[in-house]
């Protein structure tokens, strides 16, 4: 808890400083993941929020500089193997949480948890011949579309979830490796409001 309050304040920080609406996100991998896998993450989070008129910057924590930074700030932590290969042939994984938004004295902060190996079980077994042979780049998509979950929690600073496939309280493994995904009409608005709402007016700082 100690290092997600001082995350806080590091982010809050950096936004400060800055002046146009776009989304930054500071991403940590531990190991580093196949460049298929980051490659459609970025590639699917970007078309998931496109709706939205959201703008996505990615930059890694360790080479990360607030210069010119804008708001909002959201560090991604993704813990475990981030790659769907190597994994037993009837492996599953139910009731447990793929990802989260930390919180403190029940407000969210701007950092997001993201449990590969977790995600990795739950949808191997629902994964087809063909996807499991182009393994790398499916986890990516299915790794944009957690976040995606998590980033609107976040964003629009509610809990509660909604009916689509993407945004319910409980996505399917199946609806994770859908390649319909998309948001709707009144997720795209409430994104959008909450992004207009986090954005610092040029001159004012």
Known sequence: MRCQLQLFCMLTAAATTAGAASLQLLTRFDPTPPAATIQEMRAELGRLY???RISIAWHELSNYSSVGAALPIVYVDF??????????AHQTATGVALAGVSRVDGKML????VDCEQIAA????????AQRSNGDAVFGEVLGRILAHELYHYL???VKHTASALF???ISPRALL??????????????????????VPPGSL
Do not use: H, Q
């Open 50 to 52: 496109s709706d939205a």
């Open 79 to 88: 813990i475990g193997n981030c790659r769907s290969r190597n994994l037993p």
């Open 110 to 113: 701007p950092s997001v948890t």
């Open 122 to 129: 739950y949808i191997w077994p629902f994964m087809t011949g």
């Open 156 to 158: 629009t600073g509610t």
């Open 168 to 170: 319910r309280g409980a």
């Open 178 to 199: 859908d390649r319909k995904l998309k948001l709707e009409e009144g997720e795209i608005a409430l994104l959008e409001g909450a992004l207009s709402s986090m954005a």
